[in-house]
């Protein structure tokens, strides 16, 4: 399981925001609640909310394991999706400083939620496997890419001790 790190922690090199996706604030308050889900569920990750009732029909239905496991998988990201855009719209509330800790806190969500339910099952070698996985993607993997992107843009890169 892979942890979600936050998306935005520093405006761009030209000093401008990249783009936003989401409604402004100062939309947000002019926007009546039909409206604001009109906006949401307009986007094509909203078409996998199928299937989340289909995931909970299939669990009392008792459908094959592959079937159910793909409803949930299906489900699982437009929910995801779901809690990052709600993060997305608090962060411009509260601000950016609270924002990014709303949204490295709401974007593992999915991990706590997966993490609770496998200890429940007695799950606890799997859970702490997911744990060590998710440090060591993020330590070897994600900071490999970044030197390595930056290798392709810039042949020679020095240290500097004191920036």
Known sequence: ILARTPRRLAPSVSGRRPPRAIVEPSELSAMSTGDALKHLLSSKLALLLVCVPLAWILHYVGATPLGHFGANFGAIIPLAWLISEATD????????????????????????????????????????????????????FVTGCCFMVTGLKFHSVSFNPNA
Not at 115 to 138: D, E, F, H, P, W
């Open 89 to 140: 719209q608090l962060e411009g509330i509260v601000g950016p400083t609270i924002g990014v800790l709303l949204n490295s806190t709401f974007g593992n969500m999915v991990e706590i939620i997966l993490s609770v339910q496998a200890i429940r099952a007695g799950l606890v070698k799997v859970v702490q496997s997911s744990l060590l996985g998710a440090m060591l993607m993020n330590l070897l």
